[in-house]
Each structure stands twice: as structure tokens, then as C-alpha cells.
């Protein structure tokens, strides 16, 4: 190993500087390590905790809030400082909710259900006429025009009698006795009608009573077939539907089942009549039965002379 020569100048540049070098080299591990007497009471404040900072709003009235100096950043140069660990009690501060949840579904609210709520039925009044009977009870269809005596009770000359709510000409008999004239019109098809008696303003009424029309009996025959025993004087076959299936021959004016007056024979209608009830039938020709009916019978053969023995 060579000795550095004193006396050189070279050699003692080299060794100023290295000893220099080294000098710095001390200086800074110490200064990185204990640093040039920093003292950290001496330099630094002591951290204030979150418990000793009082604030006015937790100061009562009347209370005077000293507020300690908030502690300063720390000293770069302070390693010790710097290796402190990291105080994690931090409080996080309150975020309000959203506004929207993007994963929530609008349902819309219910229509409530109005509950059905059934009135309690209130009594009828009792009516202040008293309508107790009709007569006649019920009358056939098609028949002419009656009179309809109503009895009861409280009635007024200016009462009348009404029949499914149209008005009837009326005759006041006493307070008891009403007579009224019910058209044919009004009985020209069998059901059941109502009948009461009212003022025309409806002050005073009565109860309602039922009133049966009936359809009328028909004859039960039908008409096949015509024919002249003299000019002008026709004679009509009829067929009766009944179990018999007999076939009769009438004239005009006879009576067939005690009932039905013959009134008119055409090539093409019968026309009878209730006796009872004068009202009118019409009965149009037709084949009618064909086993039954002698017109519609094949003629027997009649044997040739050739053929006698």
C-alpha cells in the first residue's frame, strides 16, 4: 500500500477533501438520527385531543369556551415526529340519505275499496185508502169493454181508479164503491195488471191489488178442406186434434164442441166465433192429417166384366 506524500501537493488536496467528505457524511447521520437538539418538548407542542377542545356549542350560557391553538404541522426535521403512528379516531361525518334508490319500484298506493255499506230497508207506509176487492178478479183477452167495481174504504170523489198507472173513467158510487170502465185495449193480451185507486195529484192513494187476464180458449180443430152441396152454400171439413182425429162437415151457424159458431167459409179461411165470449178465430187451411182423411184415400179397383166367370 502506497503512503499518501505530505509534501505533494496532490496527495494533500486528496486527503482535505476526503476529510472533509467524511465530516459531512457525520454531520448528516447524526442530524438524520438525533437531530442538532431538537427537543420535541421544547419545539412541539403537545396534540390536543378531540376531548379537550371545547367548542361554544357545547358552552352552557353565560360560559366563557376557551379554545386551545390547534396543533401545528409537525417538524419536518423531527423524525420521531414523523414515525408516530396515525391517530384512527376519526369521527365520519353524517351523509344525508339519497333522494332516489335506483333500486326501489314505484308501486302506487292502493285505491281504498269503498265498503258497500246496505241501507236498513225503512217500513211502507201504511196507504190511507183502503182498496179491499175487485170486480171481476180476472177477465180472458181479447174481450170487449167491462166495468171494474173496486170496494174498500176512505174513498174520495176525486179518486180514481188506475190499471198499470194509466188512468180510468171512474165513477164515485159512495166511500166505499168506485166503478170504473176498462176499454178493451187494455185487456188485449193475457198477464196481470195492477190496480189501485189515487188522486191525480197522489195526496191520497191505496194499496195496489193484482188483476189476472187469461188467454182465451181456442178451438181445437183445423180446417182441410171445402166443398159446394149447392150453389153459394159451402160446407167445410175440419179435423179434430184431439184423441178421435174425427173429420166433421159444418155449415155456417152450426156449433162445433158446443162452443164455436161457424160465421164465415172461403177456399182459403175459417172463421168461428166463441159463443161465450163473442170473440172472433180463424182457423186457414191446411193438408191436415193425411191418414185420416177420406179425400186423400186411394180408390179401390173396380172388377171389369171381362173378368167374370
Given at each position: 500500500?502506497?503512503?499518501?506524500?505530505?509534501?505533494?501537493?496532490?496527495?494533500r488536496k486528496k486527503l482535505i477533501l476526503a476529510?472533509?467528505?467524511?465530516?459531512?457524511?457525520?454531520?448528516?447521520?447524526?442530524?438524520?438520527?438525533?437531530?442538532?437538539?431538537?427537543?420535541?418538548?421544547?419545539?412541539?407542542?403537545?396534540?390536543?385531543?378531540?376531548?379537550?377542545?371545547?367548542?361554544?356549542?357545547?358552552?352552557?350560557?353565560?360560559?366563557?369556551?376557551?379554545?386551545?391553538?390547534?396543533?401545528?404541522?409537525?417538524?419536518?426535521?423531527?423524525?420521531?415526529?414523523?414515525?408516530?403512528?396515525?391517530?384512527?379516531?376519526?369521527?365520519?361525518?353524517?351523509?344525508?340519505?339519497?333522494?332516489?334508490?335506483?333500486?326501489?319500484?314505484?308501486?302506487?298506493?292502493?285505491?281504498?275499496?269503498?265498503?258497500?255499506?246496505?241501507?236498513?230497508?225503512?217500513?211502507?207506509?201504511?196507504?190511507?185508502?183502503?182498496?179491499?176487492?175487485?170486480?171481476?178478479?180476472?177477465?180472458?183477452?181479447?174481450?170487449?169493454?167491462?166495468?171494474?167495481?173496486?170496494?174498500?174504504?176512505?174513498?174520495?170523489?176525486?179518486?180514481?181508479?188506475?190499471?198499470?198507472?194509466?188512468?180510468?173513467?171512474?165513477?164515485?158510487?159512495?166511500?166505499?164503491?168506485?166503478?170504473?170502465?176498462?176499454?178493451?185495449?187494455?185487456?188485449?193480451?193475457?198477464?196481470?195488471?195492477?190496480?189501485?185507486?189515487?188522486?191525480?195529484?197522489?195526496?191520497?192513494?191505496?194499496?195496489?191489488?193484482?188483476?189476472?187476464?187469461?188467454?182465451?180458449?181456442?178451438?181445437?180443430?183445423?180446417?182441410?178442406?171445402?166443398?159446394?152441396?149447392?150453389?153459394?152454400?159451402?160446407?167445410?171439413?175440419?179435423?179434430?186434434?184431439?184423441?178421435?182425429?174425427?173429420?166433421?162437415?159444418?155449415?155456417?151457424?152450426?156449433?162445433?164442441?158446443?162452443?164455436?159458431?161457424?160465421?164465415?167459409?172461403?177456399?182459403?179461411?175459417?172463421?168461428?166465433?166463441?159463443?161465450?165470449?163473442?170473440?172472433?178465430?180463424?182457423?186457414?187451411?191446411?193438408?191436415?192429417?193425411?191418414?185420416?182423411?177420406?179425400?186423400?184415400?186411394?180408390?179401390?179397383?173396380?172388377?171389369?166384366?171381362?173378368?167374370?166367370?
Open positions: 500500500m502506497q503512503v499518501a506524500d505530505l509534501n505533494n501537493p496532490n496527495d476529510a472533509v467528505l467524511g465530516l459531512i457524511a457525520i454531520l448528516f447521520l447524526w442530524w438524520t438520527f438525533f437531530g442538532f437538539g431538537s427537543s420535541k418538548s421544547a419545539t412541539t407542542p403537545p396534540r390536543p385531543t378531540p376531548q379537550s377542545v371545547n367548542t361554544t356549542t357545547n358552552a352552557l350560557a353565560g360560559q366563557v369556551t376557551t379554545v386551545q391553538p390547534r396543533d401545528p404541522a409537525p417538524n419536518g426535521n423531527d423524525l420521531a415526529e414523523l414515525m408516530k403512528p396515525i391517530d384512527g379516531s376519526v369521527s365520519i361525518p353524517s351523509v344525508p340519505e339519497p333522494q332516489r334508490n335506483i333500486f326501489a319500484f314505484y308501486e302506487p298506493t292502493p285505491t281504498p275499496v269503498k265498503a258497500v255499506v246496505t241501507p236498513t230497508p225503512t217500513p211502507t207506509p201504511t196507504p190511507p185508502v183502503l182498496l179491499a176487492a175487485v170486480s171481476p178478479t180476472n177477465v180472458y183477452a181479447k174481450t170487449a169493454e167491462f166495468t171494474l167495481e173496486a170496494s174498500g174504504d176512505k174513498f174520495a170523489p176525486d179518486m180514481k181508479v188506475f190499471m198499470d198507472g194509466r188512468e180510468m173513467t171512474t165513477k164515485y158510487r159512495s166511500p166505499q164503491q168506485l166503478s170504473a170502465a176498462i176499454p178493451a185495449t187494455m185487456i188485449a193480451n193475457p198477464g196481470n195488471r195492477q190496480v189501485l185507486v189515487r188522486t191525480p195529484d197522489g195526496r191520497l192513494y191505496s194499496n195496489t191489488l193484482p188483476f189476472n187476464i187469461q188467454a182465451p180458449p181456442i178451438p181445437n180443430y183445423t180446417f182441410i178442406g171445402m166443398f159446394e152441396t149447392v150453389p153459394r152454400v159451402g160446407v167445410a171439413m175440419v179435423q179434430d186434434k184431439g184423441g178421435t182425429r174425427d173429420i166433421l162437415s159444418v155449415q155456417r151457424g152450426d156449433l162445433l164442441g158446443g162452443r164455436f159458431r161457424v160465421t164465415s167459409i172461403s177456399e182459403k179461411e175459417l172463421v168461428l166465433t166463441d159463443a161465450n165470449l163473442k170473440i172472433k178465430h180463424t182457423l186457414p187451411m191446411t193438408e191436415g192429417d193425411k191418414s185420416s182423411n177420406p179425400m186423400s184415400r186411394p180408390t179401390p179397383a173396380v172388377a171389369s166384366e171381362d173378368d167374370e166367370p
